[in-house]
């Protein structure tokens, strides 16, 4: 195990069972996102997401599932993923200790391989569960979208005395609708299943105050902990690869080296031609 700590923001490298038994207080963190493994086969830096039989994933989720919960505050919040198959398994297991609030659809339109021979998926679920549902943080208006009625129709509310147009903002509705990160994005990272840091905000923003303490326990590439600090929270993120370990380090500017390396974000395929391209063109002029 591993442990970086600075300015208020943990990265933790290790098995997040282990982690969140022995290194994690009960009661001591204001909001959870969990993002685990799908178990659909996915290759995370050559580990496959894949359990020995759906059983075995099941108790495993059980198991850091109840303990993310222990870890929160009475008035703490959870938001929840995992593939479309073993969500209603998470819901019914949720269900006996938490309240479930909101079940959310990530939308995201998708132009790569296409299902032919059936409906393909374009969406990730989340669940939105708090402790106490007469108690529990929510922040409506630092996330309120577009009312397209009132914003841009025009329509008038005639139940109202005197009648006025619609309200041009609203709080989402339970359908979010961000774009998947893209190998061209400026956010990308090297891993298979990176959440959109704008994901990331909404949450934090409706579930959290600043300065409030927020769990991620598979921190991935760390956007968890990112958006937290973009937004004055305080974040401990737990990881189990290296590599993954060594974006979270850069992302939250902890250390510039990790075991003597330089930190720095790995150049993608264009940006490699790019790079070529102008020491080519600057061996040109200096050769004049």
């Known amino acids: 195990m591993e442990k970086f700590d600075y300015q208020n923001h943990k990265i933790i490298r290790g098995d997040s069972l282990d982690i969140l038994s022995n290194e994690i207080s009960d009661h001591s963190v204001d909001l959870v996102f969990a993002d685990p493994p799908y178990n659909i086969g996915k290759s995370f830096n050559g580990h496959k997401d894949k359990w020995n039989t759906e059983e075995d994933y ?29 969500m209603p398994y998470f819901d019914i297991f949720i269900r006996k200790r938490m309240t479930i ?57 005639y139940r109202k005395n005197p009648p006025q147009v619609y309200n041009s903002e609203k709080v989402p509705g339970n359908v979010w609708e961000f774009a998947r990160v893209r190998y061209r994005m400026d956010e990308y990272e090297n891993h298979p299943a990176q959440k959109p840091i704008a994901l990331l905000q909404r949450i ?65 395929t264009f940006e490699t031609k790019k790079t070529r391209t102008q020491n080519q063109s600057l061996l040109k002029l200096l050769e004049k």
């Not at 989720?61 to 073993?86: A, E, H, P, R, V």
């Not at 990730?124 to 009625?149: G, H, R, S, W």
């Not at 927020?214 to 590599?243: H, V």
Request: with cysteine.
């Open 204 to 268: 934090i923003k409706a579930s959290s105050n600043v300065g409030d303490t927020i769990l991620d326990p598979f921190a991935g590439t760390f956007t968890t902990s990112y958006a937290a600090k973009l937004l004055g929270r305080k974040s401990i993120g737990i990881e189990l690869q290296e590599d993954y370990i060594k974006i979270g380090l850069r992302r939250l500017k902890l250390t510039d080296e990790y075991k003597g390396e330089k930190l720095q974000k790995e150049l993608r």
């Open 58 to 86: 099941l108790n495993w989720c059980c198991q850091w599932i109840d303990k993310c919960i222990d870890k929160l505050k009475s008035n703490g919040s959870m938001y929840i993923m995992t593939s479309t198959q073993f």
């Open 101 to 157: 609030l909101s079940r959310l659809i990530w939308y995201y339109d998708s132009s790569g391989v296409q299902a032919k021979n059936y409906y393909g998926s374009m969406y990730e679920p989340i669940l939105f569960c708090v402790n106490n549902p007469d108690n529990y943080t929510f922040n409506a208006q630092d996330i309120l979208v577009e009312a397209k009625t009132g914003a841009k129709r025009k329509l008038i509310d």
